[in-house]
């Protein structure tokens, strides 16, 4: 079982529509939450982190359940730049003060006219 | 602000040829380092990562080597490269703090064909 499972998609939907994104993680040491967007072939960008309290950035939503190791994306009104592929990313504590980010394997989102 | 530098951009090698990968990172000090590969529709795997200059800790046994001669360079090497290197190489930094809890950020990446 990966560490990170999320729906590979591909979702395509109208603009405008809103999208969810759903990602669930299987260790619990697990301590901190993103959510990346890699566009083809470049390199991935953070999106936004992730809290328990949910947030928010503009259209997007993020919300992270720890008590059923859950995060979900929520994008609101669509745009045609959303097109990209979507990562969720947890990152845990390794020896020697680094961290070890997982990524998911993505989920694409293709926006159509 | 702080910027991460990778090269070169794209790079085709034959096999059994040597191979060196290039990170810088500028704005910032002692940051940590990061070598990531991601091959052709697949996720990004961790490769290397370096808390210090000539601290090198290795994430998955393969062909490859990661050095750190300086503090904000990250080099990333094979001797004799196999088909099996192809991919998408990342490096990426985070501000050293509480390990768990840092975000990186990764370089523009080298795209790494091996024929």
């Known amino acids: 079982r990966k560490e990170v499972e999320q729906d590979p998609g591909p979702f395509n939907v109208p603009e405008g529509a809103t999208v969810a994104f759903n990602c669930t993680y299987s260790n619990s040491a697990s301590q901190s939450f993103f959510w990346y967007r890699q566009d083809c072939r470049k390199e991935p960008k953070l999106l936004m982190s992730v809290y328990s309290s949910g947030n928010e950035d503009g259209r997007f939503t993020a919300q992270l359940n720890r008590a059923s190791q859950y995060i979900s994306l929520l994008i609101r009104d669509s745009k045609l730049s959303d097109s990209a592929t979507y990562l969720c990313?947890?990152?845990?504590?390794?020896?020697?003060?680094?961290?070890?980010?997982?990524f998911g394997s993505g989920t694409r989102l293709s926006i159509r006219p | 602000s702080q910027t991460i530098h990778q090269w070169p951009a794209t790079l085709v090698q034959p096999v059994g040829s040597p191979l060196s990968l290039e990170c810088t990172v500028e704005?910032?000090?002692?940051?940590?380092l990061y070598w990531y590969r991601q091959a052709a529709g697949r996720g990004l795997q961790l490769l290397f990562y370096?808390?210090?200059?000539?601290?090198i800790s290795s994430e998955v046994p393969q062909n490859l080597s990661a050095s750190r001669p300086q503090d904000r360079q990250f080099i990333l090497s094979s001797k004799k490269l196999l088909l099996s290197d192809s991919g998408f190489y990342l490096c990426?930094?985070?501000?050293?703090?509480?390990?768990?809890?840092?975000?990186?950020?990764f370089g523009p990446g080298t795209r790494l064909t091996v024929l």
């Open positions: 990426a930094w985070s501000v050293r703090g509480a390990a768990g809890t840092d975000t990186q950020y």
């Open positions: 990313v947890v990152n845990r504590a390794l020896l020697s003060s680094a961290s070890k980010i997982i």
């Open positions: 370096s808390v210090g200059i000539g601290q």
């Open positions: 704005g910032t000090s002692n940051p940590n």
